[in-house]
């Protein structure tokens, strides 16, 4: 019992300050994102910007339900209806070995970002693993275009000038001559 109290832990305490030091910098789950949703008005311009922070209920996923709660439940603005143009994703995946490089050469002409997609499809959307100092640089942008309403007489203008269907004629050739028919005709 006296060689276990007489060894040196000293090497332990500082090896847990310096762990302590690079916590910041280990790959770690993803239990929040931020929202940014873009308004675009009619002109094409933007009218509004909006953020939150959301809590994912599974880590590292925004699931199809949260996903499409959030697009209907932000949709309108300011007595507006705005429908969905699109959606980005920014997640930085970037491994703890690759920081170095990556903050050497920023300064490069690099426009096509490894960690800017477009989401195509309405369905779960999967964050990496991250770094847990730039858990609060992973973000979702949501964009929405602003409807245009078209007054009901202008409707029916075009619905009636538009919306027909064309007669299609089909015509039947009766006088259908096969070889046996035309052999008898002929008297072969």
Known sequence: MDIIEDLDTDWIEEFNKTEEEFKNYYCEDLTFIKVHYVYINVSNEINMIKQEKILLKMPNIL???ELLHIIKQNSFINN?????FGILKYNINIEPINLKYLLKYKNTQNVNSPFLTSIKNI???KFDKSISMFHD?????????QLIYLPKDIKNKNKNKYNYTK???IYSNTNKRTKR????EIGT
Not at 80 to 84: A, F, I, Q, T, V
Not at 137 to 145: A, T, V
Not at 181 to 184: A, M, P, T
């Open 181 to 184: 028919k035309l052999y008898k």
């Open 123 to 125: 369905d779960n959307i």
């Open 80 to 84: 507006e209806k705005y429908s969905l």
């Open 63 to 65: 699931t199809r339900e």
């Open 167 to 169: 007669k299609v004629y």
């Open 137 to 145: 640089i992973n973000e979702l942008c949501i964009i929405f275009h």
